[in-house]
């Protein structure tokens, strides 16, 4: 992709000849028309403020610490509270805020509060990088913040999410299916089509930073499969770089295979195998915004198939993730095909096999 295209994500040509589109939430200012915001579920609600002071971040009154398992660094307050947690070899950082309700009533009861705010920084976190000068302008910019995050951006496409369009009528949020019916589809055989990526949704040609152009597929439009809702929400939203294919360019790979098997972030669960017996013993190291990997399906043989973002907890304590399933028919936090747990033994706990950071 050229810089030109990733300084200006917005350009989109609905010609034969496409400039690369690129855009995260911060390019993308299109107020929701009224009778779409009227129809919107209450999918994100600041109810309050901790105390993120600015004294908080006075010399003085903040400690730097080091732990291992992964290799990472906090940032503490005057009361010892961690204000922010920042992984080695990933981009990803969670940043205390606001707290905010996520919620899905479409699926499911539970719900999600949290005063974790999930965001990509603009290089990857190495020991001492809070010395350097992007961290520092970085963390003054977002720390506190109410620009949307990872979190905010990922349920905008549950069910009844309304729609977002930027300046040149592209959708490029709302409620989001997983993909058309299987023609074929029967009792033993999937009864909607994988392989719907970020294009597919938007309807729209998008060429790669290699240079190569996938075009979206008509019956596919505002459709994204599990691995293509995390490049949407990580990739064609937060602008982390995608790969056109699982072996094709540079960045984040197509599946959740080439995902959980490629160099990109930190394995915080590493992989072991894909049997029941290689389930992770202990997933207490799961932070915020981790990517989660699972084997479902044994026709997919050696490879897994299915991928999550890690939300943190729900009202009730289990441990939630948000992921596009066929079942629910798009993104979800909810129940159906297996609740969204990955503590206890149900069914996406017991197929869990690795976890990493980006």
């Not at 993909?179 to 055989?189: K, M, Q, V």
């Amino acid at each position: 992709m050229s810089a030109k295209t990733k300084r200006r994500p917005r350009q989109v040509l609905h010609a034969v000849t496409v400039t690369a589109l690129l855009a995260g939430s911060a390019y993308l200012t299109v107020e929701l028309r009224k009778d779409e915001q009227a129809k919107a579920p209450a999918v994100q609600a600041v109810t309050d403020n901790p105390a993120l002071r600015s004294s908080n971040l006075k010399s003085g009154e903040q400690r730097w610490e080091r732990l291992r398992n992964p290799d990472r660094t906090l940032l503490r307050g005057a009361d010892g509270e961690v204000l922010a947690t920042f992984t080695d070899g990933a981009r990803t950082a969670t940043l205390t805020g606001p707290s905010r309700t996520f919620t899905e009533p479409s699926t499911t009861t539970t719900k999600v509060v949290t005063e974790d705010w999930v965001r990509l920084m603009p290089y990857q976190w190495k020991k001492g990088a809070e010395n350097e000068k992007w961290f520092k302008d970085w963390f003054k910019e977002f720390f506190g913040s109410e620009e949307d995050d990872l979190f905010a951006t990922a349920f905008q496409y549950i069910a009844e999410a309304p729609v977002k369009k930027d300046d040149e009528g592209v959708p490029y949020a709302g409620d989001a299916n997983f993909g058309p019916l299987n023609p074929n589809g029967s009792e033993g055989n999937d009864l909607r089509l994988e392989e719907s990526d970020f294009y597919d949704y938007l309807g729209i040609p998008y060429t790669f930073r290699n240079g190569m152009t996938m075009q979206p597929r008509t019956e596919r439009a505002r459709s994204m499969d599990c691995s293509g809702y995390i490049r949407t929400v990580f990739g064609y939203r937060a602008r982390y770089p995608l790969m056109a294919t699982d072996k094709s360019g540079d960045g984040l790979p197509r599946t959740a295979n080439g995902m959980a098997r490629s160099n990109r972030g930190t394995d915080v669960i590493e992989l072991k195998g894909i049997t029941s017996a290689d389930r992770p013993k202990n997933i207490d190291v799961l932070q915020p915004g981790d990517l989660v990997f699972f084997k479902l399906d044994q026709r997919t043989k050696e490879r897994l198939d299915h991928v999550g973002m890690y939300v943190g907890h729900d009202s009730e304590g289990h441990k939630i993730f948000i992921s596009s399933r066929e079942e629910a028919n798009g993104p979800t936090i909810g129940d159906k095909g297996g609740t969204s747990r990955l503590d206890g033994n149900g069914y996406y706990a017991a197929t869990l096999r690795s976890a990493k950071r980006l």
